[in-house]
């Protein structure tokens, strides 16, 4: 707590309180917004579980942000491929975001084959890989191989997009 | 119902060479993808759904049969070769089992854990045959009310047992109740949290949602704190053993069994504490206790063999009673819906044969495990040294193409990622993601018996408790809840006992659970506040997540809580 750096680290698990709070409120909102007439055979309604819910997030939004302030923290997971002693690396994230988001907006209109292409393609990238042309190649290969993978053996025919008629 | 010729009618269903492919190819998929960093054996089981569709229902069970032993392996095999065990399930394993590879006893340490995990996924497969009719038998007298009971039960064990802190376990939890609030309202077809969006009527799929949790989550975590260090891989030949190993091995293999098939049963289920509890009997037991932390091959043998019955004892309650109390089976839960099939007490007679086969297949699947892995074991040690970009790459690739693939929309991939944004900060914030899983499955059904029952009453609300199995079941709840509390005033009352070792009031196993504390990389102090913080008040000093500065060390991966549920469960 002496330190600005568990400051800083406490503040920033502030926000997870104020995330579930505001679930919360928006789940008491949304629940009180239902229009239900007394029902004999439901005599729960559609409102009780909402309202339970939103009360039990509420709860856990106050209890963690004083939890946060007396200093109690959230441990962060480790793993296999996880080195917690330097901070999140921003610098990859932003760019792997980005390829994802690159294919959400590809994907209906180039193809599966494209958008999976430029997706595993920025994800390499982004996560430190520089053999730029070997990681095209083996990208356009899985797009390729899932797209008639699925096409022939599962039967469920992914967007070619673009290159509708060559595929 | 005879469960010798169901039995039997389960493995000519199984051995059929369709089904028998998709068991090898689900024993093979499911060990590689355990033994790949970052990726468990739900993720894959969730991954593979939508392509799973295309197959009847039964050749895909007989593969996420596969796949569910097979993960479970492959995570023990990364445990004892890298010593940073990915599942809470392997921590144990990976304490001696790593000694023993580094001391040049690889090839041991992973072939008592191959056969070990064959006999006690055997046996723990034979008693899920036997016990799941008779519960089912118990269950089907059940009502609403009791049903109701259970599943609360069994969220707030999961929630309050598992994991280092409850409170964040509890917001995990009531933010997957609210995941699963989300689309038309079954009863009143009233819409809820879909916010005029017509996309989100149907709810969110739940293959979305877990492979968002588990795969996004997971690669945008490790992508932010990538090790940039190549690990150290442990290389490793056949496994073998020789008669010493075998004289040593064989006792804490059934001993592991017994130790983990109830565990596994029981609605806070889960590998940690059976795990832990073998490993500690181990020590206690052997006659070489010198060898403990040097590595011992007993404390890999015990450990693994608890793992894998508590695999098979889980798998009694979701059959049973539709109950998952592991992210696993709460996914092949959520594959069993989508087929159609409603897991409970009517499974058994409605879809006798699928479920016999799956039963089959897990025997066989158990074999094949044994069978294919000894001799592939150097080969799942140089998948460990795959290059880190493909993988997560990899993993981003399969996830969006899995959750794509389910209904071909782009709105579901806008989830996919906000979704993975979520388990990114849970990794982050330390909020368990199991919870959340449960949450988002078991909500609409809990919702759904709590209306049922009070449907029955009239709106009485003392129809909750209409049911005596019901009203035992709030008892335990009540106890689960309140033992922070309870355990508070033990300690106060007997001021002797408090301090780093609360283990001298835990009854029979105290001189071992002592000695463990000493053992593992534990935190004394998270060791001495079981509780958490919901119920304490003073939040400062017994949440145990509190150790800023321990992410640095090596074994920060090894739950500091489990010697603390040990205890907990000794008490009583």
Not at chain 2, 149 to 167: C, D, E, Q
Not at chain 2, 406 to 425: E, Y
Not at chain 2, 544 to 556: E, K, L, Q, V, Y
């Amino acid at each position: 707590m002496s330190s600005l750096t568990t400051g800083l680290k406490g503040r920033a698990e502030l926000g997870v309180a104020l995330l579930l709070g505001a679930v919360g409120v928006l789940v008491f909102l949304d629940a009180n917004g239902l229009v239900t007439p007394y029902s004999q055979s439901d005599p729960v309604g559609p409102k009780t579980v909402p309202f339970i819910v939103a009360g039990l997030l509420v709860a856990c939004a106050v209890l963690l942000a004083v939890n946060v302030i007396r200093g109690g923290q959230g441990e962060a997971e480790g793993g296999e491929d996880i080195d917690l002693t330097h901070p999140a690396d921003w610098k990859t994230i932003l760019p792997l975001a980005g390829a994802f988001i690159l294919n959400i907006l590809l994907i209906d209109w180039a193809g599966w084959v494209i958008s999976g292409t430029v997706l595993f393609w920025g994800s390499v990238l982004a996560l430190g890989s520089r053999r730029y042309i070997r990681d095209g190649l083996i990208s356009v290969a899985l797009s390729l191989l899932t797209f008639y993978g699925f096409y022939l053996g599962l039967g469920i025919a992914l967007p070619a997009g673009l290159l509708e008629g060559i595929l | 119902m005879d469960v010798w010729s169901s039995l039997m009618d389960g493995f000519a269903t199984a051995l059929t060479p369709m089904n028998f492919l998709y068991a090898v190819i689900g024993v093979i998929l499911g060990t590689a993808v355990g033994v790949l960093p970052g990726l468990g054996p739900a993720m894959t089981v969730a991954l593979l759904l939508p392509v799973t569709y295309a197959l009847e229902p039964t050749s895909a069970f007989i593969m996420f049969a596969g796949i569910y032993y097979g993960g479970m392996y492959g995570g023990s095999t990364t445990s004892i070769l890298l010593n940073t065990p990915g599942e809470s399930s392997s921590v144990v394993t990976a304490i001696e089992g790593n000694k023993m590879a580094k001391a040049g006893r690889a090839a041991q340490a992973l072939a008592t854990a191959a056969i070990g995990s064959f006999i006690a996924g055997t046996i723990g497969t034979a008693l899920l045959a036997v016990c799941a009719p008779i519960v089912v038998e118990f269950a089907v007298s059940l009502g609403a009310p009791s049903y109701f009971a259970i599943m609360v039960l069994a969220l707030l064990a999961v929630t309050a047992v598992l994991g280092s802190s409850r409170l964040r376990g509890f917001s995990s939890l009531a933010l997957g109740l609210a995941i699963g609030l989300v689309g038309i309202d079954s009863v009143t077809g009233q819409r809820r949290l879909t916010f005029g969006q017509p996309l989100l009527a149907d709810g969110l799929d739940i293959v979305v949602v877990a492979v968002a949790i588990f795969a996004v989550g997971e690669a945008l975590w490790v992508a932010a704190h990538l090790r940039r260090t190549p690990l150290h891989v442990i290389p490793v030949g056949r496994p073998w053993m020789g008669k010493k190993d075998w004289s040593r091995s064989w006792k804490p293999w059934l001993r592991g069994t017994a130790f983990g098939f109830p565990f596994g049963a029981l609605p806070a289920g889960g590998a940690e504490i059976p795990t832990f509890l073998s490993y500690v009997t181990e020590k206690r037991l052997s006659k070489h206790p010198e060898e403990f932390g040097k590595g011992a091959i007993e404390g890999v043998a015990g450990p693994e063999a608890a793992n894998n019955a508590a695999a098979a004892g889980t798998l009694t309650p979701m059959l049973a009673l539709g109950l998952p109390t592991n992210a696993t089976a709460a996914v092949m839960l959520a594959a069993f819906t989508s087929y159609g099939i409603q897991p409970g007490p009517q499974l058994f007679s409605s879809q006798g044969p699928l479920v016999w086969a799956l039963i089959a297949s897990l025997f066989i699947g158990n074999l094949l495990l044994l069978l294919i892995n000894l001799p592939l074991a150097p080969l799942w040690a140089k998948l460990l040294q795959l290059p880190r970009p493909y993988l997560y790459a990899g993993i981003l690739f399969f996830a969006t193409l899995g959750a794509y693939s389910v209904n071909l929309q782009a709105f579901d991939l806008v989830l996919l990622l906000a979704l993975g944004a979520l388990g990114f900060m849970m990794r982050r914030f330390g909020l368990p993601v199991l919870p959340l899983i449960l949450g988002v499955i078991l909500g609409p059904r809990i919702e759904g018996q709590l209306r049922k029952s009070l449907q029955l009453s009239a709106g009485d609300p003392a129809g909750l408790w209409s049911e005596p199995i019901a009203v035992v079941i709030y008892i335990i709840v009540g106890l689960i809840l309140l033992w922070p509390l309870i355990f508070k005033l033990v300690r106060r009352n007997r001021p002797a006992a408090a301090g780093p070792v609360p283990a001298t009031e835990t009854g029979p196993a105290a001189p071992s659970g002592s000695s463990a504390h000493a053992d593992l990389p534990v935190h004394p102090e998270s060791a001495a506040h079981p509780g958490s913080t919901v119920h304490s008040g003073s939040g400062v000093h017994a949440d145990s997540t509190a150790r800023p500065g321990s992410h640095s060390h090596p074994d920060s991966t090894a739950r500091p809580d489990s010697p603390a549920h040990a205890d907990k469960k000794e008490t009583p």
